[in-house]
């Protein structure tokens, strides 16, 4: 119920345990509570695949403008000594071009902007159709679909009552 369990989905790694970033992950679902107001556990659910998605999307977006405004050569200099002293002989993993890391930043944050979109629509959806509705004391009621014909429902022991 507090959000710890699908803030901890992201950080697999040491380095991506951090404070700040719970932090930031807890506010942004802690705000679609607010004002979502899930009724149930499965609004809920959606709810932290909103949060997720949408602080996927923000890293994303956030790599792809640092892939895009840096320096990469700078970057893979580091990278490639690191990874090299890492390997101790063993087998390196191909490297992509700075182009096409950029490119991937960039499906990765519209995947997770989707991902976001989708879940919103299906969070709005399951509250518009799942409504219930209650008539006490009907004299007349009418009913219509969206364009169809309208259908008039009235009670009969009333109506032969009053007359």
């Given at each position: ?72 050569k ?8 690191r990874?090299?002293?890492?390997a ?32 919103l ?43």
């Open positions: 119920m507090s959000g710890h369990r699908v803030a901890r989905v992201s950080e697999t790694g040491d380095w991506q345990r951090e404070p700040w970033k719970r932090a930031r992950f807890l506010a942004i679902r802690d705000g679609f509570v607010e004002q979502w107001k899930p009724s149930g556990a499965i609004e809920l659910a959606m709810i932290d695949t909103m949060a997720q998605a949408h602080s996927e999307y923000l890293y994303w977006s956030e790599e792809t403008h640092r892939r895009s405004t840096t320096d990469m700078f970057s893979q200099e580091l990278d490639e000594e990874y090299y002293k890492g101790k002989g063993n087998w390196i993993p191909p490297r992509v071009g700075e182009q096409n890391a950029i490119e991937h930043a960039m499906q990765m944050m519209d995947r997770y902007n989707r991902l976001f979109l989708r879940t629509r299906q969070l709005r959806d399951l509250r518009r159709y799942s409504t219930p509705i209650t008539i006490n004391n009907p004299q007349q009621v009418n009913i219509a679909a969206d364009g169809g014909k309208q259908v008039n429902v009235a009670d009969a022991e009333r109506q032969t009552d009053s007359r």
